[in-house]
């Protein structure tokens, strides 16, 4: 069936360091995919998105590249700040017939001053 | 700025009692999500709606119903509130049914406490 799998937490980064947050999935089709973040006490917010191959989704310094060839979509930071300490969750959308958004797990971010 | 507003961001509840959550969103979307968080599950959706007066079950709907009387309020109901119920509840809104290319618009959530 479809799947995301993202990498277990809590990652601990300092500040200024770099962040991957990896993500792949299993989909019948051609999915959407999404990052979403949630800070402490709050809803989810939609960080970036990715609608086809090659597709590289960008936002607050965040990127992540759609690669079809390893059905992956991971997160990238070039440098953390604390603010960025998060629940970070990659999601896909199937865009043919119906309802379909799946949510990975979560990833929780711990970044040190 | 586009909002979806959830009612309460906290609330306590007795067992047994019927609980009404409510959310609108001003974005003229379609489509309304339910989902539930609970540590280590993620999110899971517990219903959903695509038009006015519509409505589709999700993965987990047991215990849970739902209104969609206006197109921007979406209405969650515990028929009548248990522990297990206990959980951060999440709406949501998009443009397709899917929330393919555009994503989902989420409230903040309302933590739930079932006593």
């Known amino acids: 069936g479809d799947s995301v799998t993202q990498m277990e937490g809590p990652v601990t980064l300092s500040e200024e360091a770099f962040l991957t947050i990896n993500c792949t999935y299993t989909?019948?089709?051609?999915?959407?995919l999404f990052w979403y973040v949630q800070y402490p006490g709050e809803g989810l917010q939609l960080l970036l998105k990715a609608t086809k191959a090659d597709d590289k989704g960008s936002n607050k310094g965040f990127e992540a590249t759609y690669r079809k060839e390893t059905t992956s979509f991971h997160l990238e930071k070039g440098s953390v700040q604390v603010s960025d300490s998060a629940v970070y969750f990659c999601?896909?959308?199937?865009?043919?017939?119906?309802?379909?958004?799946?949510f990975g797990a979560g990833t929780r971010l711990f970044v040190k001053a | 700025d586009v909002k979806v507003t959830q009612s309460s961001r906290y609330l306590v509840k007795r067992t047994g009692e019927k609980v009404f959550l409510e959310c609108v969103q001003d974005m003229d979307h379609e489509n309304m999500f339910w989902y539930r968080q609970d540590p280590g599950l993620g999110l899971r959706l517990i219903y959903f709606?695509?038009?006015?007066?519509?409505?589709e079950k999700g993965d987990i709907p047991e215990g849970y119903s739902v209104s969609r009387e206006k197109k921007e309020r979406f209405s969650l109901i515990l028929e009548s509130a248990s522990t297990n119920q206990t959980s951060m509840y999440l709406c949501?809104?998009?443009?397709?049914?899917?929330?393919?290319?555009?994503?989902?618009?989420f409230g903040s959530g309302t933590r739930l406490t079932v006593v």
């Open positions: 989909a019948t089709g051609y999915p959407s």
């Open positions: 949501a809104s998009s443009r397709t049914r899917t929330g393919g290319n555009y994503g989902y618009t």
């Open positions: 709606s695509y038009d006015v007066k519509m409505k």
């Open positions: 999601a896909l959308s199937l865009n043919t017939g119906g309802f379909k958004t799946i």
